[in-house]
C-alpha cells in the first residue's frame, strides 16, 4: 500500500536512537527530550489510528509535567476527554519500540488485531503543548505522524494538560460538554464560580485574594489570560510565572509536597492562603505559614475531604441519595483515611473509600462505579466525576424543587459545571476549592484542622533497573525482589504508627518510598531504614542512601 511507503520514509526523518527501549508508564512517555523525537513522531501515528478505530477526535499533549524543563513527554487522550486505554498503552509501547525496519510490520499487526479499515477512513487528532523549550518541535513531530497517515489535525498550541482533555471532550460530545476553545473553557469555568460564590455574598477582598505559584510553566500563562473573565470574583497573585525563573525549579505542586516547604523566594504572610500548580496544570497543592512561621500543607488529601464533605452536605440538604465514594493511593496519608472512614461516618456524612494504584487513569476508573466519585492523590492531581443519571437527577431537582433543596441542588449544579472531569485541572480544582471555602465561610486554618497529617516522608532511591520491583495490593505490598517486604514489615513494626511501602515510578528512573510514622524523626528515619532495604535488594546504584 502507497501510505505504509509515505509512514516509512517519513519516519525516517525521525529516527529511533537504535536500542533505546522506552516504556508507557504513569502518564505516558517521558525521559530527556533528546529522546523523543521518533516517539512523538509514533505518537501522532498511533493517535491516527486510534481516532479512524473510535471515530472520534483524540489528542495527544506534549508535556512531562511535574518533571524538570531538560525532560519531555506525551500523554495521550481518549475521546471522553479520559486517559488512552490500557490495550493502547500497550501497542504505544510497541510502537515506540520498534526499530526502523520493524516499523510497519508492528503497525499493520496493529491496524490487523484492531480490524481497522483505513480506506476512505476520517481521523481527526488535537495537539497542544507545554512551555518546554523542546515542546514546539516536538509536537512539530506529532503533526508529522498524524500527516503521514493522512489523518487531520489542529493544534491548539500552548494549553494545559486539562486544557486539551476538555477540547477534546467537547469537540466529540459535539459541543455537550462545552465550547472546544480556550474562551469556552474559561467562560464556563468563571461562569459556574462566580454563580458559586454568590451564595457568600459578604467576603472581604482579603478573602478573594489567593497567592498562586505557577511553576513557571503553562498554568501560569493560562490563569492570567482567564483572570478578566472571572471578574473580580478571585483576587490571583501570580508568581513563579514564567518570566523569570526555570520550569519546576524549587516551585510547584511536586517541589511543595515532596519537600514539604514553600516555593523558594515567596514571601507569605501568616494565614494568607497560597498554593501551587505543577508544570502542566493538572495537580494542586494548598499551603499557609502559621503565626510562628510554620509551614502547613494542604494536599490532595484534604482537597478530598474538603469536596467530599462539601457534596455530601448539598446532597443531604437535597434529599438526594446519591452514592459518593473518594478514592486514594497508597500515598494517602492514615490520618485523611480514617477520618473518612470514621470520623465523617459518625458525622452521619458516609463516604466509601476504595485504594487505586497511583496513575490518575487508574483511580478516575474506580471513580467511575459510583453516582459521584472523588478522586485524588495525595500530590494533588485529582477532581470529581458524576454519573449520568446523577447529573440528571440533580438537574432535575434544580428545575422540580424550591426552598432549601432547590438552593443546594443549584450549588451541586453549579460545582458540576465548574469540574473538569475529564482529569485533574488545577484551575478548575483551585476554583472550586475556593468557592467551597467561600461558601462555608471558612479559613484555610479551618480547612487544615479537619484533621492532622501523620508525619510522613517521599524519598527516592536509584536502582539500576527499577522494573525488578514489583508490587500487589494497590502497591501496598512489594511481591519481588525476594525479602524485600519482609525487610519493610519488620522495620515498619519498630515505628509507632509506622507504615511505609515502595514502588517504581512511572515518570522517573527511580524507585518511590513513602513512610509514615507517629512523628517526623520515626518517619524520617523508616524513610531512610527502606531506602537502605531497597538499595541492597533491588540493586541500587550511586552509593547507599544517606539519612
Ligand atoms: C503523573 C501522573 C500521576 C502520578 C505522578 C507520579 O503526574 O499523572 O497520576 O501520581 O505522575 O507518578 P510516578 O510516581 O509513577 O512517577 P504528572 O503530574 O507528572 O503527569
Redesign the pocket.
Known amino acids: 500500500m502507497a501510505q505504509w511507503q509515505e509512514v516509512s520514509e517519513k519516519s525516517k526523518l525521525h529516527p529511533k536512537p537504535v536500542g533505546l527501549v522506552l516504556q508507557y508508564?504513569?502518564?505516558?512517555f517521558?525521559t530527556n527530550a533528546d529522546h523523543l523525537d521518533h516517539v512523538m513522531f509514533r505518537m501522532g501515528l498511533l493517535a491516527t489510528l486510534r481516532s479512524i478505530n473510535t471515530k472520534a477526535i483524540i489528542g495527544v499533549m506534549v508535556?512531562?509535567?511535574?518533571?524538570p524543563e531538560e525532560d519531555n513527554?506525551v500523554?495521550l487522550i481518549d475521546p471522553m476527554g479520559e486517559?488512552l486505554t490500557p490495550a493502547w498503552e500497550v501497542y504505544a509501547t510497541q510502537l515506540a519500540n520498534a526499530e526502523q525496519d520493524h516499523l510497519i510490520t508492528v503497525l499493520k499487526d496493529l491496524v490487523q488485531k484492531e480490524s481497522i479499515d483505513l480506506t476512505n477512513q476520517e481521523a481527526e487528532v488535537f495537539v497542544g503543548r507545554d512551555t518546554r523549550s523542546s515542546s514546539a518541535r516536538l509536537s512539530d513531530a506529532v503533526l508529522d505522524g498524524v500527516t503521514a497517515l493522512d489523518g487531520r489535525s489542529k493544534d491548539y498550541g500552548l494549553v494545559t494538560?486539562p486544557q486539551l482533555h476538555y477540547m477534546v471532550c467537547c469537540c466529540n460530545t459535539r459541543g455537550g460538554y462545552g465550547k472546544a476553545s480556550v474562551e469556552g473553557y474559561y467562560s464556563k469555568l468563571s461562569q459556574a464560580f462566580i454563580q458559586l460564590t454568590k451564595s457568600a455574598p459578604n467576603r472581604t477582598d482579603d478573602q478573594k485574594c489567593l497567592l498562586v505559584d505557577g511553576a513557571n510553566g503553562i498554568g501560569a500563562l493560562k490563569l492570567r489570560e482567564m483572570e478578566p473573565y472571572l471578574q473580580g470574583a478571585l483576587k490571583v497573585s501570580l508568581f513563579c510565572d514564567g518570566t523569570g525563573g526555570k520550569l519546576n525549579h524549587q516551585c510547584g505542586?511536586?517541589f511543595v509536597k515532596v519537600q514539604q516547604n514553600s516555593p523558594k523566594g515567596i514571601v507569605m504572610k501568616a494565614g494568607e492562603r497560597c498554593c501551587s500548580f505543577?508544570?502542566?496544570a493538572?495537580?494542586i497543592v494548598y499551603y499557609y505559614s502559621d503565626d510562628h512561621g510554620r509551614f502547613h500543607l494542604l494536599d490532595g488529601d484534604k482537597i478530598a475531604t474538603l469536596i467530599s464533605t462539601f457534596l455530601k452536605e448539598l446532597l443531604t440538604k437535597a434529599g438526594l441519595d446519591l452514592k459518593i465514594a473518594v478514592v486514594q493511593?497508597a500515598?494517602a496519608n492514615g490520618s485523611s483515611t480514617r477520618y473518612l472512614e470514621d470520623t465523617m461516618k459518625s458525622l452521619s456524612h458516609f463516604v466509601i473509600v476504595r485504594c487505586a494504584k497511583?496513575?490518575?487513569?487508574?483511580?478516575h476508573h474506580v471513580a467511575q462505579e459510583f453516582d459521584i466519585g472523588v478522586y485524588f492523590?495525595a500530590?494533588g492531581?485529582g477532581t470529581v466525576l458524576f454519573s449520568k443519571a446523577a447529573e440528571e437527577k440533580i438537574q432535575q431537582l434544580c428545575d422540580d424543587s424550591e426552598g432549601e433543596r432547590q438552593g443546594a441542588a443549584t450549588l451541586l449544579k453549579n460545582s458540576v459545571d465548574l469540574i473538569n472531569q475529564t482529569v485533574?485541572d488545577a484551575i478548575s480544582d483551585m476554583l472550586l476549592i475556593e468557592a467551597i471555602l467561600a461558601i462555608k465561610g471558612m479559613t484555610v486554618q479551618q480547612w487544615d484542622a479537619i484533621y492532622t497529617d501523620l508525619p510522613n516522608r517521599q524519598l527516592k532511591v536509584k536502582v539500576s533497573d527499577r522494573r525488578v520491583i514489583d508490587t500487589k495490593d494497590a502497591e501496598r505490598k512489594t511481591v519481588s525482589p525476594a525479602g524485600l517486604q519482609e525487610a519493610i514489615d519488620r522495620l515498619v513494626e519498630r515505628h509507632q504508627d509506622g507504615r511505609s511501602f515502595v514502588?517504581?515510578?512511572?515518570?522517573?528512573d527511580?524507585v518511590?518510598v513513602y513512610s509514615e510514622a507517629a512523628t517526623q524523626e520515626s518517619a524520617d528515619a523508616l524513610g531512610h531504614e527502606v531506602s537502605l532495604a531497597v538499595y541492597r535488594l533491588a540493586g541500587g546504584v550511586g552509593g547507599e542512601p544517606k539519612p
Not at 508508564?25 to 505516558?28: D, K, Y
Not at 508535556?63 to 518533571?67: D, E, G, I, K, M
Request: a neutral charge.
Open positions: 508508564g504513569t502518564a505516558g517521558r508535556t512531562a509535567s511535574h518533571n513527554g500523554k486517559m494538560t505542586a511536586d505543577d508544570g502542566d493538572d495537580r493511593t500515598y497511583t496513575g490518575v487513569k487508574h483511580l492523590e500530590n492531581h485533574g514502588r517504581p515510578s512511572g515518570t522517573e527511580v518511590r
